[in-house]
């Protein structure tokens, strides 16, 4: 099945705001609000930092926010910091699998 | 605390079976309204969900694999199991365990991975 679509790197410096966009169709991305963003540094196991489009768990900042219009779910990370360093990926509910389905990841680098 | 460990080989043969076994600790499988998924990720890749279960064996899987996977549960050791057969070198990934639901969208807690090598 085809993973969903993101910029495979995006960079920004420390302060400023960065947003990775997820692309999918109206099967998965478009027809639901159960998109997922994970962070993931390396060697480690990812981390969900917004499920349900918009919503941050306990404990993740509110420097992370998630958004959605089309068939086009978006993070957005403010005043971007040195740990923010990570690998990022999206996950929506996929209709014709009844599964999640990952977007390709995209590297963040603060510059 | 909920806290999830895969275990299992670390190299398996091409054309063998991949057996991973995932341990839940300070929580139970049994009755919990949560399913619990296998992950995988090739070397420098990205994520690829493999297929998830719940305590009673209700299964979704990846269509991509489906043909060679088998998840299983076994609520008396509170651990569920993957078995991936046919292997070739391109299942070569670190294989995480991970409690979800039932949309498989939001991966509450992750093992820690365990990297399986396929290769002769």
């Known amino acids: 099945q085809s993973a969903l679509t993101q910029p495979a790197s995006v960079s920004g410096s420390p302060g400023q705001s960065i947003t990775i966009s997820c692309t999918g169709t109206?099967?998965?991305?478009?027809?639901?609000?159960?998109v997922s963003w994970y962070q993931q540094h390396p060697g480690k196991a990812p981390k969900v930092i917004i499920y349900?489009?918009?919503i941050r768990p306990s404990g993740v900042s509110n420097r992370f926010s998630g958004s959605k219009s089309g068939n086009t779910a978006s993070l957005t990370i403010s005043g971007l910091q040195a740990e923010d360093e990570a690998d990022y990926y999206c996950?929506?509910?996929?209709?014709?699998?009844?599964?999640?389905?990952f977007g390709g990841g995209t590297k963040l680098t603060v510059l | 605390q909920l806290q999830l460990q895969e275990s299992g080989p670390g190299l398996v043969k091409p054309s063998e079976t991949l057996s991973l076994t995932c341990t839940v600790s300070?929580?139970?499988?049994?009755?919990?309204?949560?399913?619990w998924g296998w992950i995988r990720q090739p070397p420098g890749e990205g994520l690829e969900l493999i297929g998830t279960?719940?305590?009673?064996?209700?299964?979704y899987y990846n269509p991509s694999l489906k043909s060679r996977v088998t998840i299983s549960v076994d609520t008396s050791k509170n651990h569920f199991s993957l078995n991936l057969s046919s292997v070739t070198a391109a299942d070569t990934a670190v294989y995480y365990c991970?409690?979800?639901?039932?949309?498989?969208?939001?991966?509450?807690?992750w093992g820690q991975g365990t990297l399986v090598t396929v290769s002769s």
């Open positions: 996950i929506s509910y996929r209709s014709t699998t009844t599964l999640g389905v």
């Open positions: 300070g929580g139970s499988i049994i009755n919990s309204p949560y399913y």
């Open positions: 109206s099967s998965d991305v478009g027809g639901y609000n159960y």
């Open positions: 349900d489009v918009s």
């Open positions: 279960i719940n305590y009673s064996g209700s299964t």
């Open positions: 991970g409690r979800t639901d039932v949309l498989s969208t939001v991966l509450w807690d």
